[in-house]
Nanobody, 125 residues
């Protein structure tokens, strides 16, 4: 059983930066694809970024390309999302997800097997 715990959310002004972390526990982390989703009030959960188990393959939502960077450190069982040039429309609860199947993230649908509890990111204008 994989458990995921997000941290690093908070309140930031437009143009600011935050780094989210997702700490994983349980077997097999190094062989899992992982990703980030977000959900704003009244909206569906939205794909943000994903990374393969090796870190060599990444996917991004078009609106965050060039601003967000996903990475992972398998030795620390941790995944990161570096967010820069944040905009008010980035405000949402950000969720960490993990799944042994990379294709799950290629669908960009929130169908991953494992989820964290979420961390709030608020960008003020």
């Amino acid at each position: 059983q994989v458990q995921l715990v997000e941290s690093g959310g908070g309140l930031v002004q437009t143009g600011g930066s935050l780094r989210l972390s997702c700490a994983a526990s349980g077997p097999g982390f190094g062989s899992f694809a992982m990703g980030w989703f977000r959900q704003a009030p009244g909206k569906e959960r939205e794909f943000v970024a994903a990374i393969s188990w090796s870190g060599q393959t990444n996917y991004y939502l078009d609106s965050v390309k060039g601003r967000f960077t996903i990475s992972r450190d398998n030795s620390l069982n941790t995944m990161y999302l570096q967010m820069t040039n944040l905009k008010p429309e980035d405000t949402a609860v950000y969720y960490c997800a993990a799944d042994p199947r990379l294709w799950v993230f290629e669908t960009r649908k929130p169908i991953s097997e494992y989820w964290g509890q979420g961390t709030q990111v608020t960008v003020s204008s």
